[in-house]
């Protein structure tokens, strides 16, 4: 069960790590982008209850050597705390480009959601019985 869970979530952070590589021009720096994905979480976690880390760099394994990316996490308890926060992302400009029924799971709802402009990710997880998990990543950018 826990493997089905894990995979889900290794799966996605390829397909994000996959597209992240490919990214264009234009894109903001990672700061920027950073605050950006901050900024937007704020937003989107107004009305929740989830409670968000602090925004970090990290290596995850995703990005190509010498690239790391900006993460956060919200997480709450209460299963209810996802209430209309795939629809607040949506409103935000954020398309749906995973669901559940692409990383069907047993005890989990799996949907990521992305950016077009910024490319920006989050992937919302609602866990039955055990809550919410929100997190938050920017596409791969050059170590400096």
Do not use: N, W
Not at 37 to 62: E, F, K, V, Y
Not at 85 to 107: N, P, S, T, V, W
């Amino acid at each position: 069960m826990r493997t089905r869970r894990y995979a889900a979530s290794v799966a996605l952070a390829c397909a994000a790590a996959i597209s992240a590589c490919t990214a264009g021009r234009g894109l903001p720096t990672l700061d920027e982008a950073t605050s950006r994905l901050a900024a937007d979480a704020d937003l989107l976690l107004r009305s929740s209850s989830l409670r968000r880390s602090a925004p970090q760099h990290i290596d995850d394994g995703s990005c190509l050597p010498g690239e790391v990316r900006g993460s956060l996490r919200a997480e709450s308890e209460r299963v209810d705390a996802s209430s209309g926060l795939r629809e607040k992302l949506q409103a935000m400009g954020y398309a749906e480009i995973a669901d559940d029924l692409d990383l069907r799971d047993g005890h989990q709802d799996v949907t990521v959601l992305r950016d077009p402009r910024t490319l920006l990710t989050f992937e919302l997880t609602v866990a039955r019985g055990t809550g919410v998990r929100l997190v938050g990543m920017t596409t791969c950018y050059a170590a400096s």
